[in-house]
């Protein structure tokens, strides 16, 4: 070891944690061995960078056994630490191009057009507006927009949060469906006989994602618009 040896009661003071938490990391693998003079254990260096790793990790939302897994695939030689991180900041990465806002009456009727006697209680029982005191927060401006383009071609918001409904039910269960080959993409090695980091490949595999997505679904759209034009539903709906 480089510098002094630490006692378990050290390490734990330098890195605030009591030391009952060491031991237990210890008992699931999650430190090195440390080295014992007589009965005495003593700590260094790599054991304050395995607990700041630790502790980085439980940061980021991970329990111990997905954190004992990550270590161990690390320490096998399986993946990168440093690749791991870049590619689950990628995979926190919005896919959406939407966002949050906040907004007085005023701002609202900006965002929503004309409020109604209850329309806004038509917009907050949707789930498109929530009342915050004298404010309102749009949790989705970009499906506050959408319901308010098919609300102009004269969908109604029932039918609008039904529709909504409808499609996170079917796209989630496709989601997870999609993922795990999504995410078990292995890059090529590139002129240098290197692969690049799986984080940047996962970005540029994204848009290719939502390209696919979108056009199957354009596709079964037209499929079913032409089945419902060749077998007469089209008309009774027209009525």
Known sequence: MTDPALTIDELAREAGIPSRT???YQS???????????R???YGPEHRERLRRIAELQ????????IQELLGRVERGEM????????EDRLREPWASDEARVVDAE???ALAGDLRPGRLADLIRHGLVVRKGTSFLVPSLALLQLALRLEAAGVGLDAVAELQRTLRKRLSRTAEDLAAPFLAHRPRKG???RSPPLGDVLRELRPIALDAVRLVFAQEMERVLREWVDSGKAARAGR
């Open 28 to 38: 699931k693998g999650l430190l090195p061995r440390p080295e014992m003079h007589g």
């Open 40 to 42: 005495v254990a003593h």
């Open 22 to 24: 060491i031991r237990f």
């Open 59 to 66: 940061d980021r939302g991970l329990q111990i056994k997905a």
């Open 191 to 193: 002129a240098a006989g």
């Open 107 to 109: 701002g609202l009727g």
């Open 80 to 87: 990168r630490l440093d690749e791991w991180l870049g590619m």
